[in-house]
């Protein structure tokens, strides 16, 4: 779904370096989340964000941050990056309401 | 909170053959229940879903049962053709207000062997 893209589409990094996975939409949805997919762990929700003043922690935000700075857009911030944070990540938009959410392409990060 | 429950792990048939693949949550007030589907590489799309006062949903060959009382819903493929092959999740949520977030399984590795 080329409404919510993602960048980069691939990082690899060093232990302890800041780094910032970018996430934008041009569907119109309030609602965004990121999430983190590991082989045989599904997909865990890190952050969700349901309009621009709204920030909500999921059940695996320790080590991440966001931002969002427009309703078009969020950001998953890794402040100090470690090697088990090392994963897929991807974004999603859902409208108000409207529970279907649209994911896009994913990031994947390798943290040496 | 709500935890989703999935099996199995990993599901391989032969084409055409039937697949089923089950979950179970915790939560008995969740009331939305999507299946996403995820191609080798590509992002997780919803396949079809189901909301709680219904107790089954059609979609071509597949579909998708809820046992409210029970608290389980399953994925059924008929028909099974290769490009089936991926890995399949469920979900579930509990819809409005601040809630709304989805739970997701753990996920199903389908192979259909031709």
């Known amino acids: 779904d080329a409404d919510v893209t993602q960048t980069p589409r691939n990082r690899i990094t060093k232990t302890g370096k800041r780094i910032m996975l970018e996430c934008s939409q041009t569907k119109g949805h309030d609602r965004m989340y990121w999430y983190r997919q590991d082989p045989g762990l599904g997909l865990r929700l890190i952050y969700y964000?349901?309009?621009?003043?709204?920030?909500n922690k999921g059940e695996i935000s320790d080590g991440y941050s966001v931002s969002r700075q427009a309703q078009a857009k969020f950001s998953l911030s890794l402040e100090s990056a470690i090697p088990n944070q090392t994963a897929l990540y991807f974004c999603?938009?859902?409208?108000?309401?409207?529970?279907?959410?649209?994911f896009g392409p994913g990031t994947r990060l390798l943290v040496l | 909170g709500e935890n989703v429950e999935q099996h199995p792990s990993t599901l391989s048939v032969q084409e055409g053959d039937s697949a089923v693949i089950k979950c179970t949550y915790s939560?008995?007030?969740?009331?939305?229940f999507p299946w996403y589907k995820q191609e080798l590489g590509k992002r997780p799309q919803l396949i079809i879903d189901?909301?709680?006062?219904?107790g089954e949903k059609k979609d071509q060959r597949i579909a998708v049962t809820l046992n409210k009382t029970a608290k389980h819903f399953s994925l059924h493929i008929t028909e099974t053709q290769p490009e089936d092959s991926a890995v399949y999740f469920c979900?579930?949520?509990?819809?409005?207000?601040?809630?709304?977030?989805?739970?997701f399984g753990k996920g199903t590795k389908l192979s259909v062997k031709p």
């Open positions: 189901i909301r709680s006062n219904v």
């Open positions: 999603a938009t859902s409208d108000t309401d409207v529970e279907t959410q649209y």
């Open positions: 979900a579930a949520s509990r819809r409005g207000g601040s809630q709304g977030n989805l739970i």
């Open positions: 939560d008995s007030a969740s009331n939305y």
């Open positions: 964000s349901f309009d621009v003043k709204d920030i």
